[in-house]
């Protein structure tokens, strides 16, 4: 009986944090996944692989950040054609609850995407810094009451399995990693091979401690560069030792990269984000595992169970 | 075209960050706040000086987190029957956008809301860390990609101004606190009178530097108890200083408490979060208050503009 009669009441919305679960079991719980991706390129593959998730669509949420510069603006074209096709005329299925897409409001502080360019360790304080916004903005923005798991997936991620979200889920963990590799053409073998792509899995080592303990606070620790040898222990490189077979063996991890993560969304509610300044000499995903070390939780990697980058 | 035909299609959300003002004057630009509120306990002060703001409701979303323990379910109750009374058959005008409430998954660490209890020191850190993962849930369920500006209202601030938001917001700071008293009554001068109540405004000081270049990794600095003289320079303390008449002065601040604190929502979509954990020995809103800073952000503060607290 409202006085004026003609709007309906405003959306109060009520939510038990308690109820949302949050299991290894995540279809059977009927658990919401998030999955957030900054893009800076529209990649067919990615997208085809979102589709062919076995995950319920319908519990799935997408959320996009791209760069507001020209190659921002095509993929954003590029991206919604797909969206349009999937939610308007594709079967209903391959529907996704939700989709998010935001514009960033700052700038890509480098001019060039260009792998060459972007791996410059001079540019990796700035470039790594702005990722750490994007996915900040990104994930304070889409992140809902009743999301129970965030996945961090890479835009360049172009072959990764159906059963991605179960099986990273399977393992009950805070946060865990999958493994990111990069097929390549082996000139030597003459034939196509595969090659460790994703450095910020890692575990630390006294080497990178004491690199750290004697830098300035401002100062990060990057991995993957011959000028600073941290002999961290990669996830990338660890596969190989073992002969790779059993895709469930997880180890513990002190870094992480975002290229496929999966995060209960507890551990960003507790307030674990990127951050965008140095965090214990970390930045980014790295500082992120570092974070959310201190809020408890500890950080896991699958490193047989591997996901493909983009190879330019 | 819907093959299927039956569902429409799913909802898709394109924002664009740059399009999301932040300006001195919100009104004009219709900007939209967002006021979170973690309550223990429900004040109907508090709740009155909602209805009282100036500001149009339409363009104010309110988001609360209550603990899940028998305070916690009172205090639950007395607000949704404000709110019922508010957004359904109250006054159009006085009805907000949307309103959420949160309902805490963990325990509160300590029994008792008394303010005795709550306020002994060795009590601080496990009682102020776990307001910090309150309000980063609540933070990070309710912010949304048009959000302008975020106030953060404590529930025991029961006089405040209907101007509070247009007040605050006139000055275009990142973070901008006010001076949190609270009204007693004098014994000596057998009338009522006021006090400081909000420890957390401060500036830095060397001695607390000097102090905090001693501690462990995982101590903290805390405002306002003897046994840990810091000579921080208090804002509830600088109004007396100069008679306090010009409430448009601002001081510049390195920690600032929440009890009614406007924060430009980009501060927080950069990643500026409640610290849970000793960051630069601080934790809860004065760590967050060195977050922003280490993100570029500078607060300020408002000696003379005052809201009061709740007195048991
Ligand atoms: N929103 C946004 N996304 C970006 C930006 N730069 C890169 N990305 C995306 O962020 C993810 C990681 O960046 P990328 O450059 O691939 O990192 P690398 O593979 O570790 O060199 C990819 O999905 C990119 O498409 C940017 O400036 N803004
Ligand atoms: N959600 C939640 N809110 C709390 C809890 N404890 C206190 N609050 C609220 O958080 C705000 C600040 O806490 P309060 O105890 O008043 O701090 P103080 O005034 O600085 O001693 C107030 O609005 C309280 O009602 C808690 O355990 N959970
Ligand atoms: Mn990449
Ligand atoms: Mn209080």
Redesign the pocket.
């Known amino acids: 009986s409202s006085p004026g009669g003609k709007s309906k009441p405003p959306p109060v919305a009520h939510y038990n944090l308690n109820n949302v679960t949050i299991t290894s079991n995540p279809i059977e719980h009927g658990e919401n996944i998030l999955i957030l991706?900054?893009?800076?390129?529209f990649y067919q593959g990615y997208w085809d692989n979102l589709l062919k998730l076995s995950y319920p669509h319908e519990l799935i949420t997408l959320g996009f950040?791209?760069?507001k510069n020209k190659e921002g603006n095509a993929a954003t074209t590029e991206l919604q054609k797909q969206i349009a096709r999937t939610q308007k005329s594709g079967p209903e299925k391959d529907r996704f609850k939700s989709i998010i897409i935001l514009r960033?409001d700052f700038d890509?502080p480098l001019p060039s995407?260009d792998?060459g360019e972007?791996?410059k360790m001079q540019n990796q304080k700035a470039r790594r810094s702005?990722?750490a916004k994007?996915r900040n903005s990104l994930l304070f923005t889409t992140l809902g009451p009743s999301t129970s798991w965030v996945l961090w997936l890479?835009?360049?991620i172009i072959e990764s399995p159906p059963t991605l979200i179960q099986d990273l889920a399977l393992h009950d963990k805070p946060l865990i990693a999958a493994n990111c590799f990069q097929r390549y053409f082996n000139t030597e073998k003459k034939k196509m091979d595969e090659r460790p792509y994703?450095f910020n899995n890692w575990q630390d080592s006294p080497t990178a401690q004491e690199l750290a303990s004697k830098m300035g606070p401002d100062d990060i620790l990057l991995e993957g560069y011959a000028d600073m040898a941290t002999y961290r222990a990669l996830m990338a490189y660890m596969p190989t030792i073992d002969g790779g077979t059993d895709i469930h063996q997880e180890v513990p991890l002190d870094g992480v990269g975002?290229t496929a993560l999966l995060v209960k969304a507890d551990v960003h509610r507790d307030g674990a984000m990127f951050p965008a300044f140095p965090f214990y000499h970390l930045i980014e995903t790295e500082g992120f595992a570092k974070m959310a070390k201190r809020l408890g939780w500890q950080a896991s990697g699958l490193p047989n169970y591997k996901v493909y980058?983009y190879n330019e």
């Open positions: 991706t900054p893009m800076a390129r950040i791209l760069p960033q890509p995407q792998e972007r791996h702005a990722m994007a890479d835009a360049d994703d975002g980058h």
